[in-house]
């Protein structure tokens, strides 16, 4: 807890939180137009990104150099968030399971300023989408928001493996529950979600080495779809019509 309140109290969260606030005005302002909740995330994200180093030469460098195999592993992640932003965008559940994979991948990273950076962003930001729902994220949008966090957690991990797994892990996860868990019962499935994240960010994330850490994660991933595939199956059970003869 005392790790929370320090990172809310922390000068990067507040100049994103700022930031953000910014974004909620814009976001407000264009709401009758149909705007994009993520171009107005990115907008608020990148000057206080750029002001905390993430978009600098530097750190581009150390990553290209020292965890090039992970851009194209960061590119698929990027994919699946996009996809599991635009697909529950209209979703109660979406808003929140946002939260919790900026959350959980802060968690994870080693260098936390760059995601408390953006975890003030999305404290401010998240409110045109939910619960007020006159903002939500679009195709360009989604993909600008995931691309600015999955470089984050690059640059943040750049010195161990396992949160570069775990925390581009958690980011794909959005699009994972979006394709294998329907949405029947909103709580369950926002619970359901928090542990893989959890096991994403805090076990996957925190193991010995990367190749571990994708392992614990592809299981977690398994059991998701699996389960998935079950509560799809009850679900058209109940709904069938009873056989005749």
């Known amino acids: 807890m005392r790790v929370i309140l320090n990172m809310l109290g922390s000068t990067p969260f507040l100049y994103g939180a700022v930031a953000g606030l910014v974004g909620l005005g814009l976001a407000y302002a264009f709401k009758r137009r149909g705007s994009d909740w993520g171009i107005w995330w990115a907008l608020a994200a990148i000057p206080v990104t750029a002001r905390y180093g993430s978009l600098r030469v530097g750190p581009a460098e150390r990553v290209f150099d020292d965890v090039l195999w992970a851009i194209p592993v960061a590119l698929a992640a990027v994919g699946l968030a996009a996809f599991g932003l635009v697909r529950l965008r209209d979703e109660w559940v979406g808003g929140p399971a946002f939260v919790l994979t900026v959350g959980g991948i ?4 080693p260098d936390t300023e760059h995601l408390a950076v953006l ?5 401010a930001v998240i409110w045109a989408w939910w619960p007020g729902f006159w903002s939500r994220p679009a195709v360009l949008g989604s993909i600008a928001v995931a ?11 750049v ?4 949160g570069i797994v775990g925390g ?3 980011l794909a996860s959005l699009g994972w529950f979006a394709i294998f868990v329907p949405i029947k019962n909103r709580y369950v499935w926002l619970a359901s979600y928090a542990l893989v994240v959890l096991v994403w960010a805090r076990w996957a994330g925190l193991s010995a080495t ?4 994708l392992l614990i ?12 595939r079950v ?3 009850r679900a058209d059970r109940t709904q069938a019509p009873p056989s005749v003869g």
């Not at 802060?106 to 990273?109: A, D």
């Not at 010195?159 to 396992?162: G, Q, V």
């Not at 990367?210 to 850490?213: F, H």
């Open 147 to 157: 691309l600015l966090i999955a470089w984050g957690t690059l640059v943040g991990s």
């Open 159 to 162: 010195t161990r493996d396992s």
């Open 168 to 170: 581009l892990g958690a």
């Open 231 to 233: 509560m799809e199956q």
């Open 106 to 109: 802060w968690t994870t990273v």
């Open 217 to 228: 994660g592809a299981i977690a991933w398994a059991v998701v779809a699996v389960w998935g």
């Open 119 to 123: 975890l003030g962003v999305t404290a």
């Open 210 to 213: 990367g190749s571990r850490a």
